[in-house]
């Protein structure tokens, strides 16, 4: 048996004429016409020289062609690399001079720059611009849709991600066929995805969560997409009147929100999804009490894919992830010794499964520290799980605030602040400190016409909270910084911020 990614998906498809991709335009493609797509594509990239194994770097804007060329690179038996369109070339150099691809995929504009990059590791390049059109189309054009997909076995890797590297060094996640395949058949059993479904896919497809949870799901169950170049709040809710699910992030519902055309459009949905970045509580609870749909988080990351989900049938609890998906072992361990906690314990988030990742990319020492023997993936998230067995996160390891020997959790001192009337959101970060090593501080993002002030925040928390894990300031800004996918950007904060307390006594 072929394990080759692609092999598997042509023997999940049940219909060629059955409509796998509607684009913005209206234009539609069929499951055969997304065969063929990646076929011609495939062998463009034979001809060019890339060998199984090889691999391949994308950078270009959403398009279907961009997306066939994902497909069409795992069938080719090649490593799909995909990189987050807002890197620079001085940044892209350093992808690129890791990953060592044979071909480089990149919008027209900056070719001139890419080429200089590729000559230093004899790559070639491609262009594909923000329509699909571009030198690798024009050569796909003239291809053969015919291609024998390449022999891959389940631990063949089909994919790179490099992680967001806001410490230190990037690092490239290894993800194999077997990996990307599992992750996809869980999810459609968790989700209950049928052909049935059509998607309103508007997430970026250099991502885990667009162009592997999104498309994979989709794809794999025969269900069809809406594929849109990007988030738009009106554009989405014209589509609803069509769909069956909406994957997002938290800004897709939060934006959504403010629509007064909300309940009318959501009235034929089937499910909302949630990821990369945590939703708010209040956000689940305005959008239950707006639409009647209780949104679904979950709970993944670059090197693992999924590892948890709210339930499909059962209580979606705010401020949760859910329970583990199947297949997947979740566990909390002491950060310093690795010993299993028990319920309730806050400590170090593990996943085991088929979904996590091989390794990191050339990098066996960071591999060794971050994989146990046993097969779990120490995940840098800090998190309990509760009677129940749902898994709630409390932030990433590198965001512990340690003041004066305690430890604080900042999710903690989060959820207060954000219960506060006149607070939007907040961030709590940790900041170089005389006498405490860290001070606790509250980044804090007020509503319109807000009258919260810093001594009103500090009096309503100071009752709720031990006085170790109050903020020593609170500060107050527009918007909180945040990545491509919507993540808060703490060391952005602590970058900003960090000679806050240099004059404390």
Avoid at 191 to 215: C, K, Q, S
Avoid at 362 to 382: C, H, Q, S, V, Y
Avoid at 465 to 485: G, I, Q, S
């Amino acid at each position: 048996m072929n394990a080759n990614l692609f092999a598997r998906l042509q023997s999940a498809v049940r219909d060629d004429a059955a409509i796998a991709i509607t684009d913005a335009s209206g234009q539609v493609y069929s499951y055969g016409d997304l065969a063929a797509l990646s076929g011609r594509l495939a062998n463009v990239l034979v001809s060019d020289g890339v060998k199984p194994g090889d691999r391949v770097a994308v950078q270009v804007e959403k398009s279907v062609n961009a997306l066939a060329l994902y497909l069409a690179t795992v069938r080719a038996g090649a490593v799909f690399l995909p990189l987050n369109t807002a890197y620079t070339l001085a940044e892209i150099d350093y992808f690129v001079g890791d990953a060592e691809p044979s071909l480089i995929v990149c919008d027209p504009m900056v070719q001139t720059g890419m080429a200089a990059i590729a000559d230093r590791i004899g790559a070639s390049v491609k262009t594909l611009d923000p329509a699909g059109d571009g030198s690798l189309a024009s050569a796909a054009a003239t291809s053969s849709p015919e291609f024998e997909t390449v022999q891959r076995d389940g631990n063949d890797l089909a994919a790179i991600l490099y992680t967001s590297g806001t410490t230190g060094r990037s690092k490239g996640a290894m993800l194999s066929h077997d990996n990307l395949v599992s992750n996809a058949m869980s999810l459609i059993d968790a989700w209950h995805f049928t052909a049935d479904d059509t998607l309103i896919h508007a997430l970026p497809i250099y991502h885990t969560h667009g162009l592997f949870v999104a498309t994979n799901v989709t794809l794999f169950s025969g269900a069809s997409m809406i594929f849109l170049a990007k988030f738009d709040r009106d554009q989405i809710l014209d589509h609803m009147a069509n769909a069956t699910v909406l994957m997002g992030v938290p800004t897709f519902y939060v934006r959504l929100l403010q629509s007064p055309r909300l309940a009318e459009a959501t009235a034929g949905m089937r499910l909302f999804i949630s990821g990369s970045a945590p939703l708010l509580a209040e956000t689940h609870i305005e959008w239950s009490k707006r639409t009647g749909h209780a949104i679904l988080e979950r709970y993944g990351m670059t090197e693992t894919n999924m590892n948890t989900s709210n339930p499909y049938d059962g209580e979606r609890i705010p401020g949760t992830v859910g329970l583990p998906l199947p297949g997947v072992s979740v566990r909390i361990t002491n950060p310093e010794v690795g010993s299993a906690l028990s319920v309730d314990e806050i400590g170090m988030i593990e996943v085991k499964g088929p979904n996590v990742f091989q390794g990191y990319w050339r990098m066996p020492e960071k591999t060794a520290a971050e994989l146990r023997e046993n097969g779990f993936f120490i995940t840098g998230d800090l998190g309990k799980i509760d009677e129940r067995g749902y898994v709630h996160i409390l932030g990433r390891g590198k965001d512990l605030v340690i003041t004066g020997g305690f430890n604080v959790y900042p999710k903690e001192v989060e959820e207060e602040i954000d219960a506060i009337e006149g607070v939007s959101e907040s961030a709590v970060i940790g900041l170089p400190h005389k006498d405490f090593g860290e001070g606790v501080t509250a980044v804090v993002v007020r509503t319109a016409q807000s009258a919260a002030t810093e001594a009103t925040i500090l009096d309503i928390i100071g009752e709720r909270l031990a006085k170790f894990k109050l903020p020593k300031r609170v500060l107050f800004v527009d918007e909180l910084p945040r990545n491509t996918m919507g993540k808060v950007q703490k060391n952005v904060l602590r970058d900003q911020f960090r000679e806050l307390y240099s004059n404390a006594s």
